[in-house]
Nanobody
Framework: QVQLTESGGGSVQAGGSLRLSCTAS????????MAWFRQAPGKEREGVAA???????HYADSVKDRFTISKDNAKNTLYLQMDKLEPEDTAMYYC??????????????????WGRGTEVTVSS
């Protein structure tokens, strides 16, 4: 059973940066993809960024040019570098993984595994 553990959340001022990490244990083999989602209070969970096992990346329009997703396969770790943070980025951020090559950022129900989340707060 795959377990995902997020870290790196915190409180920053607008314009600041944070780097989230997600470590996978239990084994993601073969073709798989991983992603970051976020959920603000009172809102639905939304996809932020995804990465396939061959390194292809996908981003939500709201974070393009500000966030960067990357993977360290040797460490089984997924990262999300978040720059130029805005108050609208305030949310609980979750790591997700899927035993398939194709990510679907628009469909949280598609994903097989989830972490417990790490909280990000951006103040103006």
């Amino acid at each position: 059973q795959v377990q995902l553990t997020e870290s790196g959340g915190g409180s920053v001022q607008a314009g600041g940066s944070l780097r989230l990490s997600c470590t996978a244990s239990g084994g993601l083999y073969g073709n798989h993809c991983m992603a970051w989602f976020r959920q603000a209070p009172g809102k639905e969970r939304e996809g932020v960024a995804a990465a396939t096992s061959d390194g292809t990346t996908h981003y939500a329009d709201s974070v393009k040019d500000r966030f960067t997703i990357s993977k360290d396969n040797a460490k089984n770790t997924l990262y999300l570098q978040m720059d130029k943070l805005e108050p609208e980025d305030t949310a609980m951020y979750y790591c997700a993984a899927k035993d398939a090559w194709l990510p679907r950022l628009a469909d949280p129900g598609y994903w097989d595994y989830w972490g417990r989340g790490t909280e990000v707060t951006v103040s103006s």
